[in-house]
């Protein structure tokens, strides 16, 4: 464990390279859907399809930051997935109507077995984790 | 497309990440037991494509055809970017890559059964 879990290494190396392969997955899954949703029916719900695109640029960027050890590019854009999901789950219990479709982060990410609600707390602590010398 | 098919290719794809799972418990890296059942599902995935786009052709049903087709080459794209990524890895988490992008697979291909059954519209 001391091996895989190792200190002071990048964030791309050892567990770190399934955490990257992780946030691919979700890079590509929620751009794929934003450009699907914009270019298919973009009228339906701007506001449900503009999250859909920032959700997606941000997981890119985080996914970016965690393969080239960006530090502080991977905390600012794991600290906004945090707050998205967190901040999109509540708004969809409140206000149905603001999110006539789903996103990534609606109901809290359950649609995507609430991984995207898991995923900024692993991401946080990898990057943590790893900044310790 | 019929549904055996794709929850054939679904299983196939479960038990692949069962496989790596097992590689990332005996903290194992990736191996060429690995390289040959990823390789595999490449081939079924493969086979999917063509007999999807195929039965797409010939059904009278309301398939949105562009989300099922890009959805079925996307699935193409993971195994050879699982097996590089993994092979890159010296550690057991070669085989963790692997486990992730199996479980994938199989998030994508029961997707692409919805769609082709008009769930998602």
Not at chain 1, 16 to 22: D, E, K, Q, Y
Not at chain 2, 44 to 67: H, K, P
């Amino acid at each position: 464990m001391s091996e895989t879990f190792r200190s002071g290494g990048s964030t791309s190396a050892g567990f770190g390279r399934a955490l990257v392969a992780i946030y691919a997955v979700f890079a590509l899954a929620a751009s794929a859907r934003s450009i699907y949703q914009l270019a298919a029916k973009a009228s339906d719900a701007p506001v449900a399809y503009t999250l859909s695109a920032v959700a997606g640029i941000v997981y890119v960027v985080a996914t970016y930051a965690l393969a080239t050890d960006r530090r502080g590019l991977a905390v600012a854009t794991i600290g906004f997935e945090l707050v998205g999901v967190l901040g999109v789950g509540v708004l969809t219990l409140v206000d149905g109507e603001l999110f006539p479709d789903a996103t990534v982060w609606s109901d809290f990410g359950a649609g995507y077995g609430f991984v995207p609600l898991v995923l900024p707390f692993v991401g946080l602590w990898w990057v943590r984790r790893t900044s310790r010398a | 497309m019929n549904d055996p098919v794709a929850y054939a290719v679904t299983a196939y794809a479960l038990v692949a990440a069962l496989y790596a799972g097992w590689h990332l418990w005996r903290e194992a890296p990736f191996s060429n037991g690995l390289f040959y059942v990823v390789s595999v599902l490449e081939l079924l995935l493969i086979a999917l494509l063509i007999s999807g786009s195929i039965a797409l052709g010939r059904t009278d049903r309301d398939v949105d055809g562009v989300l099922f087709i890009s959805y079925l080459v996307t699935t193409l794209v993971i195994p050879p970017a699982a097996i590089l990524w993994g092979v890159a890895e010296k550690s057991r988490w070669g085989s963790g890559v692997v486990v992730v992008a199996m479980l994938t697979v199989a998030v994508l291909v029961v997707r692409v059964l919805g769609i082709w059954q008009g769930a998602y519209v």
